[in-house]
């Protein structure tokens, strides 16, 4: 690299100044580094860096820039403890509610905390014969020349009794100072205008505490990061770290912050991980005090727009563009850009702000694009959305469902997570024809959810049994779906729960791929003989109901034929209906005619439109489309004779609950409040059948809350499930349940 001037001065000692430094070494006599805070001799959070204490991720094109600056550091950070992992083999990873398909990704990349990351970067720069960093002195402004054309020199003053403000003469100035840089206002006393800014406010806030958790309680992950999806605007990031520790990072937008006692913040936290997740933090020993940060808004500078910017300031880092920490991109952008600073400086002096602002801003358009895209697909995130962003989240959307499945749209995707490729990448036509066709390819990867699916022959009759979990257990949590079904919709939770106990789901007759015997009596009791009848063919002694819709008078009339195998029962909008009255859709069901009427001219839109009615938020298109594939004539005439079938569903449920009572079984009773069909009111109904039932009223659910509020479900499920049922410890824990 030729030589570029005598003397370059970076202002500020975080990642982006240390980098700089280490790109200026080459090509400067001098390099002096400018930092106000005081700086530890070795590895140790600074007060500087508040987000320092939580989950930092080092992008895999970070960690390789970084080796390029500084070669031998990946090996140095090992040594140290840093911790590597393999993308979607040991990281898993949830974005727009769908787990990544587990994949190759391609190359291990580092896990530690940032002041490991930082200690080791200082000391390798400090190492450069030619750079020298001074702490505890404060930058006051820039010098320039008469005209202002070019800054020469910036005005310090050290933190020491009896100091006094000096000017240090530079060739060169990189602000490094973070997002709040004062570079504007000094710009504005050498006779410049401040650059344009690009806000995007989003309130963020996290909160993170160290943790010990119990050998092996997440199997081979080493990462688990879920983002905010619409609906749940919270993250979670866990990351094992240097020195056997993980480090737990929760987040939340628009004023839904984490707290920072640690009682509620493991319950906020519950709303977030998926029940193993939830499990081993719960059992977790924190190791030290929760620290908050609070993110206002993503910020960018648009210095290689200024018409008439002085030459001999670069901007790098914060400085240049802020982004949203939850997407990790910080570090990795500003060791880029520390890059395209040696690349710039190595091509010649003159031209050199165009050339590395030039290249800074491409590096910031795809980190930008990606950051300020996801934000805005939540809902609680104001900004304007143009035609190109809803265009561009919907295709993204639709890739991240698909990738749930598909291993190559999966490592295309953390591939430009990761900046190792750009954005436009998920655009190439071989990508998007799997987009486009992603939906095809679920059932291709059901082996990889541990969701066991097999055909059960019942004399005449025959189901398709969904299962996970210890296969011969006698005990089982076994799930029964209702109208429309079929049993499929339960796999999210048949994943989760058949991680520690055998999770059981089978369709009945009339609904999904069962096949009912000829002259089949659609009637509650029925139904409940054929559970009793299915049971008994899987071995099953002593079950824990979790039931919905039908799923609850079938399963509960069931229990009371046979109470001595009913161990606890939990109910979503279901359950004995004493008091019940039906609402208009039944009243037409039940009407001769009318019914068949409507049956025979339900379109995918018009059904799409009745499973919309009353919720809060839409449901997942892919288990509206589940649901629709399994909605045929044989299931419509089931439906209509079911309902016909039925007279005072009132009374009915209240011989019911007088058969239950006396048992007493645990009962978990979640309700969706705007349940159009089933009404809230009917929830406190169930302690008639189950006395000490715990009921909670969903506020944002409506008659699907295993649909529209499935986190939810799964975390409450999980916690009564591991109060009441006995674990299968042999069984080990699935490392990547199914997406819920």
């Not at 570079?183 to 505490?209: I, K, M, N, Q, T």
């Not at 749930?404 to 998007?432: K, N, S, W, Y």
């Amino acid at each position: 690299m030729g030589r570029a001037g005598e003397r370059a001065v970076v202002l500020g000692a975080g990642m982006g100044g240390l980098l700089a430094a280490g790109a200026l070494a080459g090509a400067f006599d001098r390099v002096t580094v400018i930092e106000r805070d005081a700086l530890p001799a070795g590895v140790a959070p600074r007060r500087a860096i508040p987000q320092g204490q939580h989950v930092h991720a080092l992008l895999p094109a970070g960690q390789a820039s970084l080796e390029q600056l500084l070669p031998g550091l990946t090996d140095e950070l090992l040594a140290a403890g840093a911790i590597g992992h393999r993308p979607l083999q040991e990281l898993r990873f949830m974005i727009g509610g769908h787990w990544l398909a587990r994949a190759d990704g391609g190359r291990d990349v580092l896990l530690a905390s940032r002041p490991l990351l930082e200690g080791h970067v200082r000391r390798r720069v400090r190492a450069l014969e030619n750079v020298t960093i001074i702490d505890r002195c404060d930058a006051l402004g820039l010098t320039g020349t008469a005209g202002g054309d070019r800054v020469t020199g910036v005005q310090v003053l050290r933190r020491e009794p009896g100091s006094a403000a000096e000017t240090l003469p530079a060739d060169l100035v990189v602000a490094a100072s973070g997002r709040g840089a004062r570079v504007g206002a000094w710009l504005e006393a050498l006779g410049h205008r401040r650059p344009a800014e690009e806000r995007l406010p989003v309130d963020f806030a996290y909160a993170s505490v160290a943790l010990e958790l119990p050998e092996g309680a997440l199997g081979a992950d080493k990462f688990v990061l879920i983002g905010a999806r619409p609906g749940l605007a919270r993250t979670l990031a866990l990351a094992a770290q240097e020195g056997g520790r993980w480090l737990l990072t929760v987040g939340g937008y628009a004023g839904d912050h984490p707290p920072s006692d640690r009682e509620r913040l493991l319950a906020f936290a519950a709303t977030v991980a998926p029940p193993d997740v939830a499990h081993a933090i719960a059992r977790a020993t924190p190791l030290g005090d929760i620290a908050a940060y609070r993110f206002a808004a993503n910020q960018r500078r648009f210095y290689e727009r200024m018409a008439n910017r002085p030459r001999a300031l670069l901007p790098i880092g914060d400085a240049l563009c802020a982004f949203n920490p939850i997407y990790g991109q910080g570090m990795t952008v500003a060791a880029r850009e520390a890059l395209a600073l040696r690349d710039a400086l190595r091509a010649g002096h003159d031209g050199l702000e165009r050339r590395y602002l030039q290249a800074a801003a491409t590096i910031v358009d795809d980190a930008w694009r990606l950051a300020a895209g996801a934000d805005l697909a939540q809902p609680a995130v104001s900004g304007r959305r143009p035609l190109p962003v809803r265009l561009t989240n919907g295709y993204l959307g639709r890739l991240q469902a698909a990738a749930a499945h598909d291993e190559t749209l999966a490592i295309a995707f953390i591939r430009v997570c990761g900046m190792l490729d750009r954005p436009q990448a998920l655009l190439r036509p071989a990508l998007a024809a799997r987009v486009l066709r992603g939906a095809r390819g679920r059932a291709r990867s059901e082996h990889g959810t541990g969701v066991r699916r097999r055909e059960l022959q019942l004399g005449a009759a025959s189901t398709v049994v969904r299962e996970a979990g210890p296969p011969n257990a006698r005990e089982a949590v076994v799930f029964l779906h209702g109208n429309p079904g079929p049993a499929a919709e339960w796999e999210p939770l048949l994943a989760t729960v058949g991680a520690r106990w055998r999770a059981v789901a089978f369709d009945q007759p009339g609904f999904g791929d069962a096949v009912a015997p000829t002259g089949f009596p659609q009637t509650v009791e029925a139904h409940a003989a054929f559970i009793g009848h299915t049971l008994d063919t899987l071995g099953i002694e002593r079950v824990h109901l979790v039931a919905h819709d039908l799923g609850g008078p079938w399963g509960l009339r069931w229990a009371a034929d046979d109470p001595g195998r009913l161990a606890s029962a939990t109910l979503l909008n279901t359950g004995v209906l004493p008091g019940y009255r039906w609402h208009a859709l039944a009243r037409l069901w039940r009407t001769p005619r009318a019914g068949e009427l409507f049956m025979a001219t339900t379109t995918r839109a018009g059904f799409g439109l009745l499973l919309r009615r009353g919720q809060p938020q839409p449901l997942p298109r892919a288990a509206v489309d589940r649901m629709y594939a399994g909605f045929g004539a044989r299931t419509r005439r089931a439906v209509l004779e079911l309902y016909r079938s039925m007279s005072d569903v009132g009374a009915e449920g209240e011989r019911l609950a007088q058969a239950l009572r006396p048992l007493d079984r645990p009962a978990l009773v979640l309700w969706g409040r705007h349940d159009p069909y089933v009404g809230v009111e009917l929830a406190d109904r169930q302690r008639r059948a189950f006395p000490h039932a715990d009921v909670r009223v969903l506020d944002r659910s409506g008659h699907w809350p295993h649909l529209d509020a499935s986190d939810t479900v799964a975390a409450a499920l999980i916690d009564f499930l591991a109060r009441h049922a006995t674990p299968h410890e042999r069984h080990r824990p699935e490392p990547h349940p199914l997406p819920l």
